[in-house]
């Protein structure tokens, strides 16, 4: 069972804001309070290729594992822990990043792809988003009864977190753009 | 990495690392928004606080789903390619090959 569904959402920031936004917005300390269920994030590896000019990073995130008590009693974890690799080509002004988890497999795969593009209708000035996300749950015996019940589950968690992902970038955009403005002030 | 079970919520890292997290990735953010994304691309950078962050890193990331996308002296992941298809190798930032 997949269930496959994509978001789009327009920054009115130019692109080398929202992209560094994106890289705070987990490792920044004060986003932690509203984004709770992030657990850890470590960088594992980051490249910058002296040829073609783009960067690629690979991150550790680990996750509080949503979902209520007995699907935690199933699986038996709370925790799952997901990579996250991105590719960056300041070139072109391209960022994508590719999420998957890497533990709880034989439970759920849970697919996310994000692309930051330069708005097309104001490419020096807005950022659109495009957010994919493929969730598909494994045939498990033990749940198949509620199998529905607990897709529909992640599909609106994973709803409510871009939501909160968004006003964090949204916040992390405006505090860049004052202290740039503060910078050419000095 | 860590115990199976946490508690949702506690933001004061376990991490035997957080602090050289902390400086690599605060390092890292203000190269990426300073200079990368400005095209200032030429010099490696946060060489010193990634090898510190790496090298602990190495010693505590014990999870096994994580320790092999650790940064080796190559690193290749095959979810990450180029135009062409191919895995992607490259130089670092703040690591020496």
């Known amino acids: 069972m997949v269930k496959a569904f994509t978001q789009e959402y327009v920054y009115k920031h130019p692109w080398e804001r929202v992209t560094s936004a994106s890289y705070r917005k987990f490792t920044d300390h004060e986003n932690r309070r509203i984004l709770t269920h992030i657990l850890e994030v470590d960088t594992l590896s980051c490249k910058h290729d002296p040829i073609s000019k783009k960067l690629y990073t690979t991150r550790a995130v680990t996750v509080h594992f949503p979902g209520p008590w007995f699907i935690r009693k199933i699986i038996g974890q709370e925790i799952c822990h997901c990579i996250e690799s991105t590719v960056v080509d300041a070139k072109s002004r391209s960022m994508q990043l590719s999420s998957r988890n890497v533990s709880l497999q034989k439970f759920i795969e849970v697919e996310e792809k994000i692309r930051y593009d330069p708005h097309p209708d104001n490419p020096s000035r807005w950022t659109v988003c495009r957010h994919e996300t493929n969730i598909h749950l494994k045939p498990l015996p033990a749940l198949a009864s509620i199998a529905e019940k607990v897709e529909q589950r992640y599909v609106e968690k994973v709803v409510k977190y871009s939501a909160t992902g968004r006003e964090v970038m949204e916040r992390i955009c405006t505090y860049l753009e004052a202290e740039s403005r503060e910078i050419r002030r000095l | ?97």
Not at chain 2, 35 to 49: A, D, N, R, T
Request: proline residues 4%; hydrophobic residues 30%.
């Open chain 2, 1 to 97: 990495m860590g115990p199976n079970r946490e508690k949702k919520g506690s933001h004061s890292s376990t991490s035997p690392c957080a602090n050289l997290r902390a400086a690599y990735h605060n390092c890292f953010n203000r190269w990426y928004s300073e200079k990368f994304v400005k095209g200032l691309w030429e010099k490696e950078e946060c060489i010193s606080e990634w090898q510190k962050y790496r090298a602990c890193l190495s010693e505590h990331l014990d999870d096994k789903h994580l320790s092999r996308f650790l940064e080796a002296e190559v690193v290749v992941d095959p979810a990450i390619q180029d135009d062409s298809g191919n895995p992607v190798d490259g130089a670092s930032v703040g690591g020496r090959r």
